[in-house]
């Protein structure tokens, strides 16, 4: 039965992340934005030169899309898909030690641990908390693959969240998403991307440092409230100089 690669296929795609800049550059696009093919250099520590070549790679390898405007080059990953690649392999990836150094860097490294975007869903303990309390509600049911329920449909209309649109994407509505901080599965797919959107709009989050997410403070109980969990439970944690992150 064919599978529509092969081996050679696969171990290409695997060169490709098997590089420590070229894999650093896609983790740094997990932000779902564009960034600058400086940008990426700079985030990675290479010279332009080198950066432009890792990058030409990447996208002849179809991970990254490019655009252009003026002389500028953007470069974005290619898809959903392509963000929970490379979200999945950082999960199977050894644990990354405790941060050293400046205490920003510690706070910096536990903002991200607690919430984040993974390219346009959220992940980080947020991210879980919220995919956990989805099942426990029964608004998402596992029982036959990854659904989401009647009730579920009924909270999304409830919170705004445009359903018809959702009723009629062709991307998967609702996929695991293994989260590389947390080691268990966040939500992922147009109803994650759709999730994300929405507490934006609301002002319940905003962004952070890079990745990061931060509940606001009318966010937090408004979204406890939405998810029935104790309010407590979306604190973030302590940093290291005792105050919340």
């Not at 332009?48 to 953007?74: F, I, M």
């Not at 607690?114 to 303990?125: F, I, Q």
């Not at 929405?198 to 990745?211: A, N, P, S």
């Amino acid at each position: 039965m064919s599978t529509g690669t092969d081996g050679r296929a696969m171990a290409e795609l695997a060169a490709l992340l098997a590089d420590g800049t070229r894999a650093g550059i896609c983790v740094a696009l997990l932000d779902g934005r564009a960034w600058t093919a400086g940008e990426l250099a700079r985030r990675a520590g290479v010279a332009p030169s080198t950066a432009t070549d890792h990058l030409n790679r990447l996208v002849r390898g179809g991970l990254l899309v490019e655009e252009r405007q003026g002389r500028h080059r953007y470069l974005r990953l290619a898809g959903p898909s392509v963000a929970q690649l490379i979200e999945d392999l950082a999960g199977h990836a050894p644990s990354a030690p405790p941060p050293t150094g400046s205490l920003r860097a510690a706070n910096a490294t536990a903002a991200l641990a607690y919430a984040r975007t993974c390219y346009d869903h959220l992940a980080g303990r947020l991210g879980v908390l919220m995919y956990d309390a989805l099942l426990a509600d029964g608004r998402l049911d596992r029982a036959s693959g990854l659904t989401l329920t009647a009730d579920g449909w009924a909270w999304l209309d409830g919170l705004g969240v445009p359903v018809d649109e959702l009723r009629a994407t062709r991307r998967p509505l609702v996929r695991d998403c293994l989260d590389w901080t947390e080691r268990r599965p966040h939500l992922a797919g147009a109803l994650g991307a759709a999730l994300c959107r929405r507490f934006t709009d609301l002002g319940w989050t905003t962004r952070g440092g890079g990745r990061a997410i931060r509940l606001t403070a009318t966010g937090r109980p408004a979204l406890a409230a939405a998810l029935s969990v104790p309010e407590h439970s979306l604190a973030p944690p302590a940093s290291p100089t005792g105050r919340r992150a």
